[in-house]
Nanobody, 125 residues
């Protein structure tokens, strides 16, 4: 059974950094994973995805250049390093996982079948 739990959110000033973690029980290299976020009044926004092997990644325009996705399957954890944060990055951040039927190099923007409960990130100006 897959269970995901995010942590590491908080309040940071613009220009600061945060590293989010996703504890991923039941997930191994056979799962692609991703980070999404949802700001108040907005739909869920894709940010970044990583393949089961950890070698392939893809970022949205919002995340590219500032955010880095990574995973440590030995510790069943995925990360999102966020730098140069802006007030518009304020949102609830979610991790997600989906079983890959296309090998460990596969990643996807969706759909995802397993979701965490989210962690709040607030960036003040």
């Amino acid at each position: 059974q897959v269970q995901l739990e995010e942590s590491g959110g908080g309040h940071v000033q613009a220009g600061g950094s945060l590293r989010l973690s996703c504890a991923a029980s039941g997930v191994n290299s056979g799962y692609a994973m991703a980070w999404f976020r949802q700001a108040p009044g907005n739909g869920r926004e894709f940010l970044a995805t990583i393949s089961g092997s950890g070698t392939n990644t893809f970022y949205s325009g919002s995340a590219k250049g500032r955010f880095t996705i990574s995973r440590d399957d030995d510790n069943h954890t995925m990360y999102l390093q966020m730098n140069s944060l802006k007030p518009e990055d304020t949102a609830v951040y979610y991790c997600a996982a989906v079983q890959s039927y296309y090998g460990p190099g596969w990643y996807t923007q969706g759909p995802y079948h397993h979701w965490g409960q989210g962690t709040q990130v607030t960036v003040s100006s």
